[in-house]
């Protein structure tokens, strides 16, 4: 019987030839029946894969004998066995888009000039030796923010990841510089590119949350400093580290807490939104509320 998981993994390494390793992650990937996305830049590799759990094993093996990538921190989650409609593999300038190409010098050892990493057990040392003092600094769109977050966390108001950097150039978190800032993301590989944009742009005392909340929520669960829903992306839309977790999501049509994205029905728009069970069944909230739907 099929045991449908999702594997998630990121390596920064120097990749002479990331066409050649495209075609070898393409044909391996399919040659396991998986789907999902694989980005390839020099800068190194990106992916989100789902299949078979037995599938996924035989990938990540191959895929950690190649040996720049042998030491790939592969994370796991439960799947559906439906949650990418297809499989792209792609080669990309930069494997973040932060559009700051300049800023990144990637080396065998990874990203050059980033963040302090923080294992799960180490933030909680850093919190409870600095305390307030500490800033948790969300690495993600402000879209994903919505459902779940660090508590008293700062969220850029960014709705992609190219914005980051004007964001942080705005002047609007200068008074954060002389702070411990604990840059946080989905599995950790903004944070690779986003500490190091912080560093070089005047923050101190920069560190990233090792394995990103992912890794956070497998070790704390919702009895941690984290609340609420993770926003992932593939077809669930979000996951929960307990069955306890309440996402802090509200929906547009009555408020209630739900970790519900749907798009909106305006073609123009099309943007994601909150949007509870109950107001979908009865046909309400059929925009994001910010715009309407022509006539």
């Known amino acids: ?70 030491d790939a921190d592969i994370k796991w989650s439960d799947g559906t066995g439906d949650d990418f409609p297809r499989l792209s593999v792609k080669v ?18 990874g990203v050059r000039g980033g963040g302090t990493h923080l294992s799960p057990a180490a933030l909680h040392e850093l919190v409870e030796e600095r305390g307030d003092d500490v800033v948790f600094f969300d690495g993600r769109n402000s879209m994903e923010a919505q459902i779940g977050r660090f508590r008293d966390a700062v969220v850029p108001d960014v709705r992609t990841t190219r914005e980051f950097l004007d964001e942080i150039e705005s002047g609007r978190y200068d008074h954060l510089k002389g702070k411990p800032v604990v840059t946080y993301c989905t599995g950790g590989i903004r944070c690779e590119v986003l500490s190091v944009l ?5 923050f101190d005392e920069v560190y990233q949350l090792d394995g990103g909340i992912v890794r956070y929520g497998e070790a704390y669960g919702d009895t941690g400093l984290w609340d609420g829903s993770l926003y992932v992306f593939d077809n669930r839309m979000h996951m929960e580290f307990s069955p306890e977790a309440q996402s802090l999501g509200s929906c547009v049509g009555c408020g209630e807490r739900t970790p519900l994205f749907v798009n909106c029905s305006n073609q123009d728009c099309r943007t994601q939104y909150l949007r509870c069970e109950a107001c979908t069944a009865h046909g309400r909230a059929v925009t994001c509320g910010v715009c309407t739907v022509p006539a």
């Open 92 to 109: 990309r300038d930069e494997l973040v888009t932060f559009q700051a190409p300049d800023d990144i010098v990637v080396t065998a050892d």
């Open 198 to 202: 912080m560093k070089n742009r005047g």
């Open 1 to 70: 019987m099929a045991t449908p998981k999702i594997l998630l993994f990121y390596v920064f390494t120097p990749l002479a030839d990331p066409e050649a390793v495209r075609l070898w992650q393409l044909a391996l990937a399919e040659k396991n029946s998986l789907t999902g996305r694989v980005i390839v830049s020099r800068q190194g590799i990106n992916a989100t894969l789902g299949g078979d759990v037995w599938d996924l094993k035989q990938y990540a093996k191959v895929t950690k004998s190649y040996a720049p990538f042998r």
